[in-house]
């Protein structure tokens, strides 16, 4: 059981999809993220262990990588991808209440700014470290923060800017999700935040990066 959980997580960790899929050479043939999730659905390992001691435990290691510079975007991505097709195994226990997520995270690139690439590569991180992601994507206004909040009470919410002609829009954005859910958890980010910027508007948290993130929402939601 220990030695296949850990295989899972290596898969995730270096972005080994599946048997098929040929990166990283150093693995090509051999099992990968999805056909060992089902080897472990199959030997009665608990879903729950799956996820948390296969693969999270992996983009928790990449996600790690990642903050040091070790690791980049492309790396990155096909960890989250290894994570998203083991993901799919474990939907039905998801539905039926036997695996718990950690939380909900509403993530959106506010109004005016068309630019995703930070904004997927956080959602990515967020969902393979166990939150169900509510994603609305880019140009969000604040009626469709509002309303998302509204279909996911509880939910944290994070606000991405690529602009600084756009990053303005976090304020209203901000206060509007403040004043009617005033115990609601905020999150910015985007290359031309900053932590100054968050506490000028009010915003619960700043993070320059997915994973940095990922340890506030772990320490919060804990």
Do not use: W
């Amino acid at each position: 059981m220990e030695e296949l959980l850990a295989r899972i997580a290596e898969c995730v960790e270096v972005g080994k999809i599946s048997k098929a899929t040929p990166y990283p050479p150093t693995m090509k043939g051999m099992d990968g993220a999805e056909e060992l999730t089902l080897q472990a659905l199959d030997a009665g390992i608990a879903p729950s262990d799956i996820l948390t001691r296969g693969l999270i435990a992996g983009m928790e290691k990449i996600g790690v990588k990642f903050k040091n510079n070790q690791v980049f975007v492309p790396q990155v991505l096909m960890s989250a991808k290894a994570m998203s097709i083991a993901m799919k195994h474990l939907k039905q226990f998801f539905n039926d209440g036997s695996v718990q997520r950690r939380g909900q995270f509403i993530i959106g690139t506010v109004e005016g700014d068309l630019h995703d690439i930070g904004k997927n590569l956080v959602a990515m991180m967020v969902e393979g470290n166990g939150y169900e992601v509510i994603d609305l994507g880019v140009d969000v206004k604040t009626e469709q923060f509002i309303d998302a909040v509204k279909a996911h009470p509880g939910a944290y919410v994070g606000m991405s800017a690529l602009l600084t002609t756009t990053m303005v829009n976090m304020e209203q954005i901000n206060a509007a999700l403040k004043q009617e859910f005033p115990h609601i958890v905020t999150f910015i980010g985007g290359a031309p935040v900053t932590q100054e910027f968050a506490q000028k508007i009010g915003a619960d948290y700043y993070t320059d990066g997915p994973q940095e993130l990922v340890e506030i929402l772990n320490r919060i939601s804990a």
